[in-house]
């Protein structure tokens, strides 16, 4: 093929000028707003959802992530070294990763096909307590090991028992295990790689607040998109400030 | 229970086939009251916005939810495969009678079409505008190097764009030729940014029209960019959770006169975006069907 010189590709210039970007971020704020005021009730319903889903999610990775972090921060035991680099490796895993595995199990042609748990929305709170759970167990172990060392054997010498210790060294450190809940949540409401994958994005169902993003992007319905985007972060940001407030009582 | 349940599905069927369902739509209500089905379908039905347009039929008939799962029709044809879907409609003819003869899938129905066309900047550097030929039209834009953004993730629309590079005996190679990995709508956003050429499916080009777009239509009119949908029955033998009575009284009801018609009233910025045409005698005719009632119980 005789080559003319390659066509000039105008990579990503915005087509629009920045007044109109402006403006186009405005238009979906206020689209935020008329939304959130009118209650609209398809908004409501995919709100309640997310946060149903997340707030599972993190409970189920609480229970799980703090004990297992507090026993990897205190015990010792051969292969700790390595169990520590698995979970801070868990802390990054992509989640469209552990969407595509968590389908393949629930499939009906994979191992836990039978439950019936795909495209609902228990397959999401599993595919996000697999996310958030390295992440409030690396927290919780590096926020224990941050604790004064010498605390632990002077309650010892005061004649605590090995219950009343670890109990007190949790105290301790509260607000690092604050901190980790703080970024598991804000991990999973967030997320979409996997839940798009193992809920299906199901209008009514299985629909959540990323998943309705990615629709109406892929419709073209920018403003709506944007819209959603900005509720979300208005929604994390409520629940972290009160999150914050309640450290800030129990810390200091 | 079963019995009445298929005697209903045969009913649905056969009335669809013989185009009365006006007449026995009464006794069907409710034949499905609280039961799901999963459709596996592209993106560019669920989008475009044709199936919350029409299935509110079905769902008011049956007193059944359908489930939509809107993905490329790679990944569609892959959870027909794996049975977490009970019925599939998507656009990739070789794909599906290759899905049928794999034993996944029990039967194949036309349902409608709609056309691909060839988009880009009505500065169209490479000089295809009103070209009848879209083989030829590719052998241009190779030719020139001109950007072209491929949709690259295995799906229905990126299958005809395929087809299209091998009629024109070409492998498209080079800082040109992109492969996005992203749904219609995405690809055609890169494109508007780029202003590049894509092949894109006319529903979710005007769908998107309607938001703004820098591109025009270039070429459309071929017959190779003929778009046609199927619908298939999931296999029930491969997969005994597939709700197969619901699915076939979902195909019955698509390719019925009633729903052809809704789907062709389905209507965009004053365009119609799908013309139906399916053949609802062509496989399930009457005798047919009540052969297979009598086989059956």
């Given amino acids: 093929m005789q080559a003319k010189k390659p066509q000039k590709t105008k990579c990503?210039?915005?087509?629009?000028?920045?007044?109109?970007?402006?403006?186009?971020?405005?238009?979906?704020?206020q689209e935020a707003i008329r939304l959130l005021l009118a209650m609209d009730p398809v908004l409501v319903e995919v709100l309640v959802r997310s946060l149903q889903v997340s707030a599972s999610a993190l409970l189920i990775s609480s229970l799980v992530g703090i004990p297992l972090g507090t026993w990897l921060a205190l015990a010792g035991f051969p292969g700790k070294r390595i169990a520590t680099a698995i979970i801070y490796t868990g802390m990054g895993l992509p989640p469209v990763v552990v969407g595509l595995v968590v389908y393949l199990f629930l499939s009906r042609s994979g191992?836990?096909?039978?439950?019936?748990?795909?495209?609902?929305?228990?397959?999401m709170v599993v595919a996000q307590v697999i996310i958030a759970t390295p992440l409030i167990t690396g927290i919780t172990m590096s926020s224990i090991l941050a604790v004064d060392p010498d605390l632990r054997p002077q309650l010892r010498a005061l004649g605590a028992t090995e219950l009343q210790t670890t109990r007190a060294v949790l105290l301790e450190a509260r607000a690092g295990v604050l901190v980790g809940l703080v970024a598991g949540f804000g991990r999973v409401i967030a997320e979409v790689g996997a839940v798009i994958l193992v809920g299906g994005n199901i209008d009514g169902k299985t629909r959540v607040l990323t998943t309705a993003i990615v629709l109406e992007t892929r419709r073209g319905n920018f403003d709506v998109a944007l819209a959603l985007g900005i509720i979300l972060l208005a929604v994390a940001f409520s629940i972290n400030f009160l999150l914050v407030a309640l450290q800030g009582k129990t810390t200091i | 229970m079963l019995r009445t349940l298929r005697l209903f599905c045969v009913i649905l069927l056969t009335s669809a086939a013989g185009g009365v369902l006006a007449q026995t739509e009464e006794p069907m209500t409710d034949a499905f009251d609280g039961e799901t089905l999963i459709l596996a379908t592209t993106t560019s039905t669920y989008d475009s916005g044709l199936l919350d347009y029409i299935l509110p039929d079905f769902e008011e008939m049956t007193g059944a939810t359908v489930d939509v799962i809107a993905v490329g029709t790679g990944a569609a044809l892959e959870l027909g495969a794996n049975g977490d879907a009970d019925v599939i409609l998507v656009h990739a003819r070789s794909r599906e009678e290759a899905f049928i003869e794999a034993g996944s899938g029990t039967a194949r129905f036309d349902v409608m079409y709609n056309d691909f066309m060839i988009i880009g900047s009505a500065d169209d550097p490479a000089g295809i505008a009103g070209m009848g030929n879209a083989a030829e039209a590719f052998?241009?834009?190779?030719?020139?190097?001109?950007?072209?953004?491929?949709?690259?993730?295995?799906?229905?629309?990126?299958?005809?764009?395929?087809?299209?590079?091998?009629a024109a005996d070409l492998e498209p190679d080079g800082d040109w030729y992109q492969e996005a990995g992203q749904g219609m709508g995405a690809v055609i956003t890169i494109a508007n940014?780029?202003?590049?050429?894509?092949?894109?499916?006319?529903?979710?080009?005007?769908?998107?029209?309607?938001?703004?777009?820098?591109?025009?239509?270039?070429?459309?009119?071929?017959?190779?960019?003929?778009?046609?949908?199927?619908?298939?029955?999931?296999?029930?033998?491969?997969?005994?959770?597939?709700?197969?009575?619901?699915?076939?009284?979902?195909?019955?009801?698509?390719?019925?006169?009633?729903?052809?018609?809704?789907?062709?009233?389905?209507?965009?910025?004053?365009?119609?975006?799908?013309?139906?045409?399916?053949?609802?005698?062509?496989?399930?005719?009457?005798?047919?069907?009540?052969?297979t009632e009598e086989a059956g119980s």
């Fill in chain 1, 12 to 29: 990503w210039q915005p087509k629009k000028p920045e007044a109109n970007l402006l403006g186009t971020f405005l238009e979906a704020a």
């Fill in chain 1, 111 to 123: 191992a836990f096909g039978s439950l019936g748990w795909l495209f609902t929305v228990r397959a």
């Fill in chain 2, 139 to 166: 052998v241009t834009i190779a030719a020139a190097e001109a950007p072209f953004i491929s949709r690259g993730d295995d799906s229905g629309t990126h299958s005809k764009e395929l087809s299209i590079w091998a």
């Fill in chain 2, 193 to 291: 940014e780029q202003q590049a050429y894509t092949l894109a499916d006319r529903a979710t080009y005007l769908a998107r029209e309607a938001e703004g777009l820098d591109l025009t239509v270039l070429v459309e009119g071929d017959e190779t960019l003929f778009n046609p949908y199927g619908v298939i029955l999931v296999n029930p033998d491969e997969h005994p959770n597939v709700n197969a009575e619901l699915a076939q009284a979902f195909v019955g009801w698509l390719i019925s006169d009633d729903t052809q018609e809704l789907i062709e009233t389905f209507v965009v910025n004053d365009t119609q975006l799908f013309y139906a045409n399916a053949d609802a005698g062509e496989e399930a005719t009457e005798d047919e069907m009540l052969a």
